[in-house]
């Protein structure tokens, strides 16, 4: 069982920037391809950034490349999402998970709280 536990969201003007950071607890051994996935109000949740296990290998959506850069951390298992030139449609409740398919971005079934980033002026 993996615990999920992401936090750095806030409310930012257009053209700004946040920084999140998940933790994904409960593996002392396993080092886990880990993702950021996103859901807006009244839309499915969707793929945003995946990096792999040793961080040599991230992907991207279309729509945050440029703008969005994923890494991990010195911590086990923590991954971060550096996001720039935000935009009132990146709203949205941000989600980390393990990915289990760098093709095709599965994520595991379980997911944390997320956290909610708001971008308005």
Request: with cysteine; aromatic share 10%.
């Amino acid at each position: 069982q993996v615990q999920l536990v992401e936090s750095g969201g806030g409310l930012v003007q257009p053209g700004g920037s946040l920084r999140l950071s998940c933790v994904a607890s409960g593996s002392t051994s396993q080092t886990y391809t880990l993702g950021w996935y996103r859901q807006a109000p009244g839309k499915e949740r969707e793929f945003v950034a995946v990096i792999s296990r040793s961080g040599s290998i991230t992907k991207y959506a279309d729509f945050v490349k440029g703008r969005f850069t994923i890494s991990r951390g010195n911590v086990k298992n923590a991954v971060y999402l550096q996001m720039n030139s935000l935009k009132p449609e990146d709203t949205a409740v941000y989600y980390c998970n393990v990915v289990e398919n760098l093709q095709t971005f599965d994520p595991w079934d379980s997911w944390g709280q997320g956290t909610q980033v708001t971008v308005s002026s």
